[in-house]
């Protein structure tokens, strides 16, 4: 089936405008999260939604981060007044959340730029 | 802060040798354990999981875990020139259900 998809593939933004990276998790997984990946870093945790409660932000940098998951399924990550401290790679995730290990699979990412 | 410390690496195998990957993690609460293998450029791919003390066996990879040392490892039996990439080590945690990433060690088999 398919996998985790995430657009844009690549953005190019200058420092000061907004952006939105989308994910559409795979059919039936209630869990999403996205991961955020910098040069030579590890993953870092930005945030975690599950069916319909409220989601666990404790991983955004700042204010300026924000994520909407509409429906249930389809997410949002909203970067306002971006920085070149931004600059990353964001992964999303998801996962069937069924209890147990519920392991998490990833998207291809999207490399994010800014000027 | 709870924490997993992987090697960086790069950590350099002949074809055909034992690659031997290392994790410890500080929460001593965690229940379940990743291993996912990431190639430049590419995203985490999820290679096997362990959450019971032993080991782990599937084809050619191993996964060990001592929950008593806060360790875990990645055996690659038969090492190959395609399993160059970096290994990333993830938590999960009791409390929590994001994972938590070792920054990852970086393995390079020679043929």
């Known amino acids: 089936g398919a996998g985790v998809s995430q657009s844009p593939s690549n953005k190019v933004t200058e420092k000061g405008k907004d952006v939105e990276l989308r994910c559409d998790p795979i059919s039936g997984h209630t869990a999403l999260y996205w991961y955020r990946q910098s040069l030579g870093q590890g993953l870092e945790f930005l945030i975690y939604f599950q069916g319909n409660s409220a989601p666990d932000k404790s991983g955004l940098p700042s204010d300026r981060f924000s994520a909407e998951r509409t429906g249930g399924s389809v997410s949002t990550l909203t970067i306002q007044r971006t920085q070149q401290e931004d600059s990353a790679v964001y992964l999303c995730?998801?996962?069937?959340?069924?209890?147990?290990?519920?392991?998490?699979?990833f998207g291809p990412g999207t490399r994010l730029t800014v000027l | 802060q709870k924490e997993v410390e992987q090697n960086s690496g790069p950590l350099s195998v002949p074809e055909g040798a034992i690659a031997s990957l290392n994790c410890t993690y500080s929460d001593r609460g965690s229940q379940s354990f990743f291993w996912y293998r990431q190639y430049s450029g590419k995203s985490p791919e999820l290679i096997m999981f362990i959450y019971s003390n032993g080991d782990k066996e599937d084809g050619r990879f191993t996964a060990q875990l001592n929950k008593a040392s806060q360790y875990v490892s990645l055996l690659i039996r038969d090492s190959q020139p395609s399993d160059s990439a970096t290994y990333l080590c993830?938590?999960?945690?009791?409390?929590?259900?994001?994972?938590?990433f070792g920054k990852g060690t970086t393995l390079s088999v020679s043929s």
């Open positions: 995730a998801s996962s069937l959340a069924s209890g147990g290990v519920d392991e998490q699979f």
């Open positions: 993830a938590v999960k945690s009791q409390a929590g259900t994001a994972l938590i």
